[in-house]
């Protein structure tokens, strides 16, 4: 059973910047393609950012030039770095594991992110 745990949640000020990580316990993390998802309270989850095992990218129009995904697979790790967080950005923040080859979705807990003065 893949295990994911993030890390990195917390307050901050609009503007400010953040940076959200997720271990991976299992060592597909190399082959497959992750991604962080957030839902606020009372909408649908959604994704924020992906990266596939090659490493390409891809965004939610509204975290465009802000947000930045990463991974390292030798630590099993996927990063994504916010800055200039907004208000809106306010949501539980889910790393989640795409495992294409048998097609199996794996999620983190979540971490909550409030962006608040």
């Known amino acids: 059973q893949v295990q994911l745990v993030e890390s990195g949640g917390g307050l901050v000020q609009p503007g400010g910047s953040l940076r959200l990580s997720c271990l991976a316990s299992?060592?597909?993390?190399?082959?497959?393609?992750m991604a962080w998802y957030r839902q606020a309270p009372g909408k649908q989850r959604e994704l924020v950012a992906s990266?596939?095992?090659?490493?390409?990218?891809n965004y939610a129009d509204s975290v465009k030039g802000r947000f930045t995904i990463s991974r390292d697979n030798a630590k099993n790790m996927v990063a994504l770095q916010m800055n200039s967080l907004k208000h809106e950005d306010t949501a539980v923040y889910y790393c989640n594991l795409y495992w294409g080859l048998v097609g199996k979705d794996y999620w983190g807990q979540g971490t909550q992110v409030t962006v608040s003065a």
């Open positions: 990266i596939t095992s090659r490493g390409s990218t």
């Open positions: 299992e060592s597909i993390f190399s082959i497959s393609t």
